[in-house]
Structure formats: structure tokens, C-alpha cells
């Protein structure tokens, strides 16, 4: 009987989500082993104090503050130390040493993914990445290889578990977004500075590495346009359920054709999405991602978007499959950006929108807002006007549009900013889904 051979493996981090991958490693031995065709081994853990405590408990023998000796013993490396540095140069000489990389980064990646998977290319490695978009949600391996044949056209989504709590939490619940966000923490969903998550920060490092999988080219996260969901209020939820919609963060990225040429768009915001759509019955801290393709048509993977055990899941899938290419003498996938589409600006989107003001309540408003919207080429689909408070003589009107691009939209919410009838242009949200 041939004896198995033993892959080693490194740890790089041990918080919430490494220290799962660590004790889920060593409990299940014998289980990867069957599946990888290997050993694999838990070479050590790279950590910043080895004395530190730690909700899941973990050999001291195993931690380590020396990165540069447990990266060249390695077969594979597990990435789970978050942001840019040191965590890039750690990967680039794992790559550089000829071992085959996971990481769960998706700040890494969105910044030099390029570099990167360059780097990996030349040297022959892997880089696995499957837990940096969705924790457990399988995207990345289907993008990169079962619809590695067909054309995708579209993806968009809910790719921040935090935002969509709060969300989902304002509109099922009527919370305030005060409220919401102080039970998101409460819970774990928001860390002590929650910029990156009500800011749109994560979702659009997200975005930028699914838009470069997903289309082949060089995506960073500079190329996305973001916007957050701070500036969301009880009354836009309001406004939305009336409509018969909910509003949620969302990631889309396109490929977009018109007289400027082809291109791709990589946006996050939030966005208006029918109560019919899959995407409206995402409830709580769970993610959603539509794929569009030419052939396949439209898919939707979902399922929970964060947490240490569902993340670990994630990388420990890609472990595996790093360990049955080392056992068959593979070498990496190439996924260096092949193609060099631009990206497009915000202004040459095409949608539908809602508009809310704040209004005289006189005769004609409703024409002369019209009017306005009319001169700059948006055609009004819905019009619905309540009264906000009738001893100050101000409604509320909520206009939804025809397609329009973002330049005619931007025209026109300046001109009624600047209307004699418009007290405020209270919110503008765009309509996706349809």
C-alpha cells in the first residue's frame, strides 16, 4: 500500500475565522485526508503574541511570530491576517517559495489582486480566494470554472451581511436606523468602527473582485463607485414599501455598451428592488449573488454571508482543493486579467429611479416638476404625493422614472433643487432587479 503523503500547512492569523480553520484542521484529520488525498498538516500558526488569549483554544507549541521560516516550510498557505500589509508581503513570498496560497482578503484583493495572481502565474502557484466575497456562498468557484465557457453579462447582489441586517431590520421591524445599527453591534454584525460596512467599503472590495473575475480584466477598488446606506432613513423605507419595494446595498457589476464603446461598471449602493424579487426575501445578516450569463442564464447563490465556522468552511474547500492539485502535479489556474476593459464612469449607467421631494403644496407643483424632468429627457412612470403637514401647507412627492442615465439624472435632481417649488430633494434611489 502506497503511503499517503503530507502536505504542510501554514497559518498566517488566528482570529476569528483562522482559529476555526486551525481546530476544524486538527479535528477532522483524518476526513481531509480522505477527500485531499493527503495528510495535511498544521505546520504552525502565525501570530502576533503567542501568549495572547483565544476563544478556541490552540496548541502553544504551534503559534509562531516568525513568518519568514513557516512560509518556506510550506506546501500551502492560509492568509487570514486581514488587510494590506504585512498580509501582501507574506503572499507574495509564499507564491515566491513555491507554495500554493488561500486567503480569505478581500482588501488584498481588491488592491493588488493584479500583482498578485501575476506573480502566481509566473511561478506556477494557486491562489484560492473562494471565502473573501461570501464566507460559505460558493461564487468564486463557479466563476472561475463552471462558467469558465459561457459569457456572464451581470452580476449584482447583497454582499455585506451588516447593512443588510440593518435594512432588513428598519423595514420588517420599523426600526430607526439608529435603532438598527445599535442591535447590528450589539450582535457582532458591526465592529467598534463600522465605517467600512455602512460606508459601502466592504461590498465594494467585493464587487471589485468579482468584476474582475467575472469579466476577465483588472478591477480595484478604486474603479468602483460607492456609496453607503448612512444616509438612508425610516422615511425612504417608508417611501419604498409603498412602492411596493425594499430598499438593500447592493453590488453590481455589468458589462455596459453604448457611443463611448463597451465597458464594465462596478458600482455599490443602495438601491430599490421589488418585493416580488429573490433579492427582497434576503432577511437578516445573509448574502445573495444573481450571475447573469449568456448561456446558463440567471443563477442565484445564497446563504450566510459571515461568520468564523461558515468562513472557515469557505477556505477550508480551497485548502482541500490546493492539496488534490499538489497530489496530481498540477500547476495554478492562470486568472491574470486577460482582457483590458475600461471602466466606466457613474454618468453612463441606464436605469429607472425614485425620486422623493419635498413640495408646495399648491396646484401645478406636480406639472412644474414634471416639466423639469421632461426638459432633461426622464419620463415619469409614477407620481404618488402625501401630505407631510397640512398646518405648514408641505407634501411629500415621491416621482419613480423610465430608464434614464445617471448625467440626465443628475441634471435634473440639480434643477429641482434649484425649483421655487421644491422645498428639498429629500432622497434619489435607483431601481434594480428588473
Known amino acids: 500500500m502506497t503511503e499517503q503523503r503530507t502536505l504542510r500547512v501554514a497559518l498566517l492569523g488566528a482570529g476569528s475565522v483562522g482559529s476555526q480553520v486551525a481546530r476544524l484542521l486538527q479535528e477532522h484529520a483524518d476526513d481531509f485526508a480522505e477527500r485531499s488525498g493527503a495528510r495535511l498538516e498544521l505546520a504552525g500558526i502565525l501570530v502576533r503574541d503567542p501568549d495572547a488569549p483565544r476563544d478556541v483554544p490552540l496548541p502553544r507549541e504551534l503559534l509562531t511570530t516568525d513568518a519568514e521560516s513557516l512560509i518556506l516550510g510550506a506546501d500551502i498557505v492560509i492568509e487570514l491576517m486581514g488587510g494590506i500589509e504585512p498580509a501582501r508581503t507574506h503572499v507574495l513570498a509564499a507564491l515566491r517559495s513555491g507554495a500554493d496560497v488561500v486567503t480569505g482578503n478581500k482588501a488584498l484583493l481588491a488592491t493588488h489582486g493584479a500583482e498578485i495572481f501575476e506573480l502566481a502565474d509566473q511561478v506556477g502557484a494557486s491562489v484560492s480566494y473562494e471565502a473573501a466575497v461570501a464566507a460559505a456562498i460558493p461564487i468564486i468557484r463557479p466563476l472561475r470554472d463552471s462558467l469558465a465557457g459561457?459569457?456572464?453579462?451581470?452580476?449584482?447582489?447583497?454582499?455585506?451581511?451588516?447593512?443588510?441586517?440593518?435594512?432588513?431590520?428598519?423595514?420588517?421591524?420599523?426600526?430607526?436606523?439608529?435603532?438598527?445599527?445599535?442591535?447590528?453591534?450589539?450582535?457582532?454584525?458591526?465592529?467598534?468602527?463600522?465605517?467600512?460596512?455602512?460606508?459601502?467599503?466592504?461590498?465594494?472590495?467585493?464587487?471589485?473582485?468579482?468584476?474582475?473575475?467575472?469579466?476577465?480584466?483588472?478591477?480595484?477598488?478604486?474603479?468602483?463607485?460607492?456609496?453607503?446606506?448612512?444616509?438612508?432613513?425610516?422615511?425612504?423605507?417608508?417611501?419604498?414599501?409603498?412602492?411596493?419595494?425594499?430598499?438593500?446595498?447592493?453590488?453590481?457589476?455589468?458589462?455596459?455598451?453604448?457611443?463611448?464603446?463597451?465597458?464594465?461598471?462596478?458600482?455599490?449602493?443602495?438601491?430599490?428592488?421589488?418585493?416580488?424579487?429573490?433579492?427582497?426575501?434576503?432577511?437578516?445578516?445573509?448574502?445573495?449573488?444573481?450571475?447573469?450569463?449568456?448561456?446558463?442564464?440567471?443563477?442565484?447563490?445564497?446563504?450566510?454571508?459571515?461568520?468564523?465556522?461558515?468562513?472557515?468552511?469557505?477556505?477550508?474547500?480551497?485548502?482541500?482543493?490546493?492539496?488534490?492539485?499538489?497530489?496530481?502535479?498540477?500547476?495554478?489556474?492562470?486568472?491574470?486579467?486577460?482582457?483590458?476593459?475600461?471602466?466606466?464612469?457613474?454618468?453612463?449607467?441606464?436605469?429607472?429611479?425614485?425620486?422623493?421631494?419635498?413640495?408646495?403644496?399648491?396646484?401645478?407643483?406636480?406639472?412644474?416638476?414634471?416639466?423639469?424632468?421632461?426638459?432633461?429627457?426622464?419620463?415619469?412612470?409614477?407620481?404618488?404625493?402625501?401630505?407631510?403637514?397640512?398646518?405648514?401647507a408641505t407634501a411629500r412627492l415621491v416621482i419613480g422614472t423610465h430608464q434614464a442615465t445617471e448625467q440626465a439624472l443628475s441634471d435634473t435632481v440639480t434643477r429641482l433643487a434649484e425649483s421655487s417649488v421644491v422645498t428639498r430633494v429629500a432622497s434619489v434611489l435607483r431601481v434594480e432587479g428588473e
Open 150 to 392: 459561457d459569457r456572464i453579462v451581470r452580476i449584482f447582489g447583497i454582499v455585506n451581511g451588516s447593512t443588510n441586517f440593518i435594512l432588513d431590520s428598519m423595514d420588517r421591524q420599523g426600526l430607526s436606523a439608529e435603532e438598527a445599527q445599535r442591535i447590528a453591534t450589539e450582535l457582532g454584525y458591526l465592529e467598534a468602527d463600522p465605517t467600512l460596512d455602512l460606508e459601502g467599503y466592504d461590498a465594494a472590495q467585493k464587487a471589485a473582485i468579482l468584476a474582475s473575475l467575472a469579466f476577465h480584466t483588472s478591477v480595484e477598488i478604486d474603479d468602483v463607485y460607492r456609496e453607503g446606506i448612512s444616509d438612508v432613513t425610516a422615511d425612504m423605507i417608508e417611501d419604498a414599501r409603498r412602492a411596493g419595494s425594499v430598499i438593500k446595498l447592493l453590488a453590481v457589476c455589468e458589462r455596459i455598451a453604448d457611443a463611448e464603446g463597451e465597458a464594465i461598471s462596478v458600482r455599490v449602493y443602495p438601491a430599490l428592488i421589488s418585493r416580488e424579487h429573490p433579492l427582497a426575501s434576503v432577511h437578516g445578516g445573509n448574502n445573495a449573488v444573481f450571475v447573469e450569463a449568456e448561456a446558463a442564464g440567471p443563477l442565484m447563490f445564497y446563504g450566510a454571508g459571515a461568520g468564523g465556522v461558515q468562513t472557515a468552511s469557505a477556505v477550508l474547500g480551497d485548502v482541500v482543493s490546493a492539496a488534490r492539485r499538489h497530489i496530481a502535479g498540477g500547476v495554478g489556474v492562470g486568472e491574470t486579467p486577460r482582457q483590458s476593459l475600461p471602466t466606466a464612469r457613474i454618468g453612463r449607467i441606464t436605469t429607472r429611479y425614485q425620486i422623493t421631494l419635498e413640495v408646495a403644496d399648491l396646484p401645478g407643483v406636480l406639472a412644474t416638476v414634471a416639466g423639469i424632468l421632461s426638459e432633461e429627457q426622464v419620463s415619469v412612470a409614477t407620481a404618488m404625493q402625501t401630505v407631510e403637514n397640512a398646518g405648514d
